[in-house]
């Protein structure tokens, strides 16, 4: 199911806010950072580590994607593209894709809470 491996340096962006998703990746090694936005700055306001996914979120729904994401240190990813979870949902029930989408309006909304 993974496309390609993504090695990134400490200090270099994986993603930001804002911009449109065709992939979401697999963090195999290292660490990064979430930022968002608040004024002209940047403010941290996530880790993500080794084992865990990153920009699901935008992948599966379509939306921009609702934060920034660098590298802390070095980083392995595996890159996972949309058509291949397009393949995985085509063969699910609809029930499992209504909650996947459910899920991910609740979490979006509860994000758009969060005051930095």
């Given at each position: 199911?993974?496309?390609?491996?993504?090695?990134?340096?400490?200090?270099?962006?994986l993603?930001?806010?804002?911009?449109?998703?065709?992939?979401?990746?697999?963090?195999?090694?290292?660490?990064l950072?979430?930022?968002?936005?608040?004024g002209?700055?940047?403010?941290?306001?996530?880790?993500?580590?080794?084992?865990?996914?990153?920009?699901?979120?935008?992948?599966?729904?379509?939306?921009?994607?609702?934060?920034?994401?660098?590298?802390?240190?070095?980083?392995?990813?595996?890159?996972?593209?949309?058509?291949?979870?397009?393949?995985y949902?085509?063969g699910?029930?609809?029930?499992?894709?209504?909650?996947?989408?459910?899920?991910?309006?609740?979490?979006?909304?509860a994000?758009?809470?969060?005051?930095?």
């Amino acid at each position: 199911m993974y496309h390609e491996i993504l090695n990134l340096e400490a200090g270099n962006y994986l993603m930001r806010e804002g911009e449109e998703s065709n992939e979401m990746y697999y963090l195999s090694s290292g660490t990064l950072g979430v930022f968002k936005r608040k004024g002209d700055a940047e403010q941290q306001i996530g880790t993500i580590y080794s084992g865990e996914l990153v920009g699901e979120m935008s992948f599966i729904d379509g939306e921009p994607r609702s934060a920034t994401v660098k590298a802390l240190g070095d980083c392995e990813l595996k890159v996972i593209p949309k058509d291949a979870l397009q393949r995985y949902l085509g063969g699910q029930p609809k029930w499992y894709k209504a909650l996947v989408q459910t899920l991910l309006d609740r979490l979006r909304r509860a994000n758009s809470r969060v005051r930095i």
